[in-house]
Every structure is written in C-alpha cells, then in structure tokens.
C-alpha cells in the first residue's frame, strides 16, 4: 500500500467539493484504501498527515447508541519532503 501524504492541503481545502479531485489525485498515484471495521470501544491511531476519511456508519437510532469520536492531535506535522 503506498502511502500519499495529505499535508500539501488545509483544512478549508477538505470539503465534500473536493473529493472527485483528491481521488483523481490517489487514483493517479495508485493508492489503495485501508477499512478498519468498527467495533466496541476501539481505538485507530493512524498517522493523520496521510488522506483519510470515515466510512459509512449505520448504527441504531437512540442516544445510547451514538458513535462517540475523539480526535487527539499530538506532536508537529511532517514537512513535505519527498513530494515532488
């Protein structure tokens, strides 16, 4: 699996706009995808710098049965060595 980093982009460029270009992009650097399956009380620590996004959740209705996500940002960002 090739890792593509995603820190050439900002937050504000991420929107749902966004997405045919970014998978042009992944498409061309021949990217292949990775799904964690969910599961209780499950912690995924990933290397964030790289492009990811949550997959189609389906849980019950009920506010028993939210997904609960917390997001912890830790150390500095890679610089963008080895992009070109």
Known sequence: ??????????PSDCTW??????RSFLA???ARSMT???????AVIF???LF???????FQSGYTNRRVNITLLCGRRRSHE???
Do not use: F, Q, W
């Open 36 to 42: 964690v399956r969910y599961r209780a009380n499950r």
């Open 52 to 58: 990811h996004e949550t997959d189609r959740i389906a």
């Open 47 to 49: 290397d964030s710098d």
């Open 1 to 10: 699996m090739r890792k593509i980093p995603a820190t050439l982009l900002t």
């Open 28 to 30: 061309e650097k021949d």
């Open 82 to 84: 080895g992009l070109a």
């Open 17 to 22: 706009r966004c997405l045919p270009p970014i």
